[in-house]
């Protein structure tokens, strides 16, 4: 009829599977990158290295970090150099808790990995006590993580 | 037809994609991309309760001293060096190419996919820290460490199978891995020079 009358519409373009391509960037997303898991209490600067290695595994990654408290828990917490694991501080001891609980939420407990991201100025003392603690608890593959250099 | 059919009406879905838009930049925003990177490490194992400090006895030629104190100062064996040099000092030690007295000892071995080879596999590399050392100092010279062990691995994997390490085979990997294994022990953290 439109043809006859001669007046052509421009025809609508379809939008139906725009939302379809949507999802799928969406999904893409959700794959490729990790939710922040906690909220952090401790600043810190990582070192810059060279012969970095990636995580492979994310869901086999526990975090522990350490430096000193943030700017706005300074007051109540001081600025001396603090341990954290999920979202409190937490002493050097109590990391064996912490990786036996995050094993036991990991598929594969075998490849279990702690990323340990500390602050350049941090001392050595507390990083030694709390690697013998991760000595204790079986937890021996560890990454410090760092950023990369040229 | 008496009776006219209803036409049912669609379902407005010009919204869907409003929606999965907001998904979808609420994922941009409460995820990171960043890839975590980092310096991989390995732990020994932890001592047995009932083992007594069974000093294994290494010889004074296959232990490489690196000391750092509690101002970031670096000590080798007996000398004061700066970290940009430890990585060639590592290598030396390692590879011990003339076979100097001073430097580990070479042994045969036969390694699968290299033949007879004469490596120092007995060397090992003693990291100790005071409990003042500067973490990034410590990161340093364990950065230079890794990096000796790799430039040697890529040297030897580009003499024996033309490619560096990264680029070879699984099996031709653990063949260059035994030639130049990993060792660096930490030993307990030790008070040098005051607090």
């Keep these: 009829m439109a043809k006859k009358q001669g007046n052509r519409e421009m025809p609508e373009m379809n939008t139906s599977s725009l939302p379809d391509l949507i999802f799928t960037i969406l999904f893409f997303f959700m794959i490729v990158t990790t939710m922040r898991e906690v909220t952090l209490k401790v600043k810190f600067t990582v070192p810059s290295g060279t012969e970095l290695e990636k995580l492979e595994k994310k869901s086999c990654v526990s975090f522990i970090y350490v430096g000193p408290p943030t700017d706005q828990l300074r007051a109540q917490m001081g600025s001396g ?11 050097p001891r109590e990391v064996m808790d912490f990786v036996a609980q995050e094993r036991t939420t990991m598929s594969d407990p075998a490849s279990q990995v702690m990323s340990m991201k500390i602050d350049q100025n941090t001392q050595m003392g507390i990083i030694t006590d709390i690697k ?4 204790k608890s079986w937890a021996l593959k560890i990454n410090y993580s760092a950023t990369r250099r040229n | 037809m008496a009776r006219k059919k209803k036409k049912v009406p669609g379902l407005n879905s010009s919204s869907t994609a409003d929606i999965s838009f907001i998904l979808l930049i609420f994922f941009l925003v409460t995820t990171s991309m960043d890839t975590d990177m980092g310096l991989a490490r390995r732990l020994p194992q932890p ?3 009932n083992q007594e400090d069974a000093q294994i006895d290494v010889k004074e030629r296959n232990v490489l001293n690196v000391r750092l104190n509690a101002a970031g100062n670096l000590m080798v064996n007996h000398d004061f060096i700066d970290v940009m040099q430890l990585r060639a000092r590592a290598k030396e030690f390692i590879e011990n190419r003339n076979n100097l007295s001073t430097l580990p000892e070479k042994h045969a071995k036969n390694i699968e996919g290299l033949g007879q080879c004469y490596v120092t596999d007995k060397h090992v590399i003693s990291v100790q820290t005071d409990r003042g050392t500067p973490y990034n100092v410590y990161f340093l010279v364990q950065n230079e460490l890794v990096a000796a062990y790799n430039e040697l691995r890529d040297e030897l994997a580009i003499a ?11 099996d031709d990997q653990v063949a260059i891995r035994t030639y130049y294994p990993q060792k660096i022990s930490e030993a307990e953290p030790k008070n040098y020079g005051g607090n």
Aim: glycine fraction near 4%.
């Design chain 1, 81 to 91: 150099t603090r341990i954290q694991l999920n979202d409190r501080y937490a002493e």
């Design chain 2, 47 to 49: 001592p047995e309760p």
């Design chain 1, 132 to 135: 013998e603690v991760l000595r």
């Design chain 2, 160 to 170: 024996k199978f033309g490619r560096p390490y990264e680029r070879l085979s699984e």
